[in-house]
């Protein structure tokens, strides 16, 4: 297993504080990074029968057999442990003492943000970063990289997409969902789920997908957010900050591993994907989540938002840092046209001088900078850290 960019982070910040907790999706590597990072510490899974037994018939005598602390991992399956925890730090006094992981479940969060506040650093670990995948090729192709997603184990032993993927959501989507949902009818929450994989980069119609799966808008609402407490997809807010026009001010919805979008939409090849109308917007998918990445790795949650008015005038991302926007558009195209840099143009005379120069990402191998836009293809150039400093 290769060493994850978000490791130095973690180091910093278990020598701040004296619990560490990280989110993030079941198999992006939690488990691995801490055992890597910590190796002196022993490791306790939750998910073993026989250590949530030990720990919930007896959780202070449990907690007292680790004076030193230790790792302890898929918390969310006993988020009460939480609150015996924030009583022993704050006795002990001592940084570093508890290093948690958990992947799902609301009300994990609230534990942690209530029971932990002041004592615990949070940190959101995603599947491998294309700067990590290098590790394992020097040169992706774009469309390959959105079929295989990055999951590590996928790249760790090689396998086929289609078929981890299948294993994902059976093992893990499906059981946690229901875990958090009382879910009756799951083949409508499947097709749900495809649908929306199909409005990638779309801004998200709640009823529109409530007539097509036969469910009320409010039970497409729950779910997406159950899924985006799951950590499998993400939202991606409309940008209307003192802009006077009529802005569109629903979100879209994006995947954080942008292989399961691929695989709950039948495509099996990157030639597949490279024809398929849906492309751009798996090819957004797949900058964002980069960028997105990038930030979450160094501690940071990136502000990130779209723009479009109701004229159909709009930017694919827009990072806010302080007063500043950099406004961003992705294209799956290989040439470049002039047409690119239209969205970039006509945000930056409505939000002025707030507006940094712009950059345009695609699929091409030449780089070029035009009216103070960078136009280049981030797998061939790198560059994607530039946008978070």
Known sequence: MIKREITAELIEAA?????????????????????????????????????????????????????????????????????YIQGIVDQEKKTGMFILTGSHQPGLHQSVSQSLAGRTAVLTLLPFSLPELRNYRKNWEPFELIVKGAYPRLHDKDLKPSRFFNGYMQTYIERDVRALINLKDLRSFQQFFTLLAGRIGQV???????????????????????????????????????????VVKSPKIYFSDVGLATYLLGMETSNQVSRDPLRGGLYENLF??????????????????????????????????????????????????????????????????????????????????????????????????????
């Open 15 to 83: 020598g701040e504080y004296p619990v560490v907790t990280i989110f993030g999706p079941r198999q992006s590597g939690k488990a691995t990074l801490v055992q890597m990072t910590f190796p002196e510490k022993m490791y306790y899974s939750l998910e073993d029968p026989d250590v949530r037994m030990a720990v919930e018939t007896d959780p202070r005598g449990f907690l007292a057999g680790l004076p030193e602390g230790d790792v302890l991992d898929e918390i969310q399956r006993l988020p009460e442990l939480v609150s």
């Open 204 to 246: 998200i119609n709640y009823t529109s997908l409530s007539n097509d799966v036969g469910v009320s808008a409010t039970n497409i609402k729950n779910w997406i957010s159950v899924l985006q407490a799951s950590f499998v997809v993400f939202e991606l807010a409309p940008f209307f900050e003192n802009i006077r026009k009529r």
């Open 288 to 389: 964002i989540l980069e960028i997105l990445k990038s930030g979450l790795n160094h501690g940071k949650r990136p502000e990130l938002f779209f723009y479009r008015d109701t004229n159909g005038n709009e930017v694919d991302l827009v990072i806010k840092k302080g007063r500043t926007l950099v406004p961003v558009e992705i294209k799956s195209a290989v040439t470049f046209t002039p047409d690119f840099l239209k969205g970039i143009d006509r945000f930056k005379k409505i939000t002025g001088d707030r507006c940094s120069k712009g950059y345009v990402l695609y699929n091409g191998h030449d780089e070029y900078t035009l009216k103070g836009t960078r136009v280049f293809n981030p797998i061939i150039h790198g560059g994607l850290e530039a946008l978070q400093t």
